[in-house]
């Protein structure tokens, strides 16, 4: 059977080309969008008689993508984590047991999917994505490690090669599609285009700081495309960008949330864009100035601009 989609279309006397006015899953839902364009009024005058007086079609359209838009909720909303301390040795750190939950539907309990130990405290080392059918997280079980854990089968499926001075995460990011498109354009529509399939769960934001240089987070990019083969790989590309975190706390830290949470935001410290296949990152950061002079006061901003 083939995939289709009703574009309504408006349609006025005199007009050369019928105007578009969306797409729907089903005939139900187009006739539903057209009684209500049918009601809306303007200015006191009915809208639809003043710019289309001749009605609305419905035409049937064959869909050119075997894109799904995912389903929701977003898997930041569906999981949760709980963190329990365990002391250790004498002077040295305690460590955290780690618990992952995944939320209930309305009426069920929720459902331990499994427990890991980080030898840190956990921060917000934990972040749920997926790609395509397979619902995975970041996680940090070392503190200057980045691994990658299955949220079907509890097990570790990636992990950065660790060392005693590496980048220490103290917080991940991975874009879901729902923080970028709030689903008002489908596959089959007008405006869909391959900007619309995107992201898809391939890369991630990691911020936090190399071992001994905790004074400010810093931002890294993660490559997450060769992850269900065991390899993650750590960028730093963007120089020394310092965030400004403050305001975000992921709803995996919530586990007091009864259902789950109705849609998550993304961390309003970093914001994506993507158009015709170009995506720009734009981060809230922390800079200091000197007053007087007008410049930053460290040394490392240069870095930012490829100075040195």
Request: charged share 25%.
């Amino acid at each position: 059977m083939l995939n289709v989609v009703y574009r309504i279309y408006g349609v006025h006397e005199g007009r050369e080309k019928d105007s578009y006015v969306g797409a729907f899953c089903s005939v139900a839902e187009a006739e539903a969008e057209i009684a209500n364009l049918m009601a809306r009024e303007m200015h006191g005058q009915n809208w639809a008689k003043q710019y289309h007086n001749q009605g609305f079609i419905i035409r049937e359209v064959v869909v050119q993508t075997d894109f799904k838009i995912p389903s929701r909720p977003k898997p930041r909303d569906r999981y949760f984590v709980r963190g329990a301390c365990k002391e250790n040795q004498s002077g040295t750190w305690p460590s955290t047991i780690v618990e992952v939950f995944r939320r209930a539907d309305p009426g069920g309990e929720a459902t331990k999917v499994c427990e890991y130990e980080r030898n840190h405290a956990l921060l917000n080392t934990f972040e749920p994505f997926r790609q395509g059918d397979r619902e995975l997280a970041l996680i940090s079980p070392q503190y200057t490690g980045t691994s990658v854990l299955d949220l079907t089968t509890g097990d570790v499926i990636a992990a950065e090669l660790v060392t005693s001075t590496g980048f220490c995460p103290v917080g991940f990011y991975v874009p879901d599609w729902w923080d970028l498109h709030d689903g008002s354009v489908i596959p089959g529509s007008e405006y869909w285009n391959a900007d619309h399939e995107w992201p898809l769960g391939e890369f991630g934001f990691v911020w936090g700081c190399e071992w001994g240089d905790d004074s400010s987070w810093k931002v890294q990019l993660l490559d997450l495309t060769e992850i269900q083969s065991g390899r993650i790989r750590r960028d730093e590309r963007f120089g020394y960008v310092e965030l400004a975190t403050d305001g975000f706390r992921s709803p995996c830290f919530e586990p007091e949330f009864g259902v789950m949470p109705k849609g998550s935001t993304q961390p309003r410290f970093i914001k994506l864009e993507r158009r015709e296949g170009k995506t720009t990152v734009t981060f809230s950061v922390e800079m200091g100035f000197d007053l007087d002079a007008g410049h930053p006061t460290e040394w490392q901003r240069l870095r930012i601009a490829n100075f040195e």
